[in-house]
């Protein structure tokens, strides 16, 4: 199957500091990619849709000014927390999916601790 | 708006054994997909199976089947010869087809299978 690269794997950061995670189509043209945020045995939560070349379609109490979606060519996309809180430890996963296809594939996910 | 709901937070089976993992969905739509993805201590998620709606015929890779009930919205999984690399929290999933690639999955809130040696 397709392979979706995520980096970093883990992450530790300050507290008020930003990070950024990419997520990396590698062998497919990702039309749209999708950002989870993931607490322990607990399900996927869809935080935001990205489209190649057009602002992210941010979920309902997602915000759209901490968390930074770019999708700004059709093999990454990024993410970036900004001014990063300990609540927003979490893990962050990406998918990513071709135009016309009916499935998704998932990076390895981030570990995000916020110290 | 469309719904999953797994039903079996934990489920517990013996390597060899054959175990059922439970799926409803709400929906009232007629074409659509449903998915079971595997995600291991890894967390890497893992495609295990896809159901189109539109297909009366059950879908099955492998050891891995479902039992596709459309008109009663059910969607189990049932894994056969249970290995101890099936450990792993399982989510049932429902994709419309309406929209096209940008639509996202609905994910239930998992069920967590342990494969006992």
Known sequence: GAVVSQHPSRVICKSGTSVKIECRSLDFQATTMFWYRQFPKQSLMLMATSNEGSKATYEQG???????????SLTLSTLTVTSAHPEDSSFYICSARMGGSTEAFFGQGTRLTVV | AQTVTQSQPE???????????????????????????????????????????????????????????KAAKSFSLKISDSQLGDTA???????????????????????????QP
Request: charged share 20%.
């Open chain 2, 89 to 115: 929290m399982y989510f049932c999933a429902f994709k419309s087809r309406k929209g096209g690639a940008t639509n996202k999955l609905i994910f239930g809130t998992g069920t967590l299978l342990a494969v």
């Open chain 1, 62 to 72: 997602v915000e759209k000014d901490k968390f930074l979606i770019n999708h700004a």
């Open chain 2, 11 to 69: 489920m517990s089976v013996q390597e060899a054994e054959t175990v059922t993992l439970s799926c409803t969905y709400d929906t009232s739509e007629n074409n659509y997909y449903l998915f079971w993805y595997k995600q291991p201590p890894s967390r890497q998620m893992i495609l295990v199976i896809r159901q189109e709606a539109y297909k009366q015929q059950n879908a099955t890779e492998n050891r891995f089947s479902v039992n596709f009930q």
